[in-house]
């Protein structure tokens, strides 16, 4: 019988908020009404993590009855053992987003969050294969303004906001 990744995800995408929800429920509350306290970011990261882990079962679950049924999986299938696995495509990539990645912490406290964003954006979708000019700049600004929205205003998560003139332009932002 193969080993079934999806099927190992799952299961530790289940067993791991079981063990760990409790723990989060023991947190304090938000010392001030109305407002996320210590417990709830974790919570929701462990429920989250909880209900992915049963969809993709139940998704995994489905996909396997139907190759049954068409024939594809025999009762008892033997690994191919001259499968080397899938050839890379583009292999450099992963060193460009890597350089792209360290650029953008090297240059983030001088260019500000609000500036550096949309250039990370921008360049690791360029550098993936997303080569149409306009989706490319519509992902940018949607990607940048919910995430500006999302960390800085509504979870109040400091981001920095860069020196000089770039100071002064993150401030329209946030």
């Known amino acids: 019988m193969r ?42 990261i462990l429920i989250l993590m909880f209900i992915l882990g049963i969809a993709l079962l139940i998704k995994e679950y489905k996909e396997t009855r139907k190759r049954k049924a068409e024939g594809e999986i025999k009762v008892e299938e033997e690994p191919k053992k001259d499968v080397i696995g899938p050839k890379i495509a583009y292999p450099n990539r992963y060193w460009y987003i890597v350089l792209i990645l360290f650029l953008y912490t090297l240059f983030l406290p001088y260019v500000g969050f609000v500036v550096a964003t949309p250039l990370l954006i921008f360049a690791t979708a360029w550098v993936l294969g997303m080569r149409r000019l306009p989706y490319l700049i519509l992902l940018t ?26 100071r002064e332009f993150s401030f329209w932002f946030y």
């Open 3 to 44: 080993f079934n990744f999806n099927l190992a995800i799952a299961t530790i995408a289940i067993v791991f908020p079981m063990i760990f929800i409790p723990i989060a429920l023991q947190l304090p509350p938000a010392r001030t009404p109305g407002l996320l306290g210590p417990g709830h970011w974790p919570l929701a």
């Open 141 to 166: 600004l949607i990607s940048t303004a919910l995430i500006i929205y999302i960390f800085p205003i509504l979870l109040g998560v400091p981001v920095p906001r860069g020196m000089g003139i770039f």
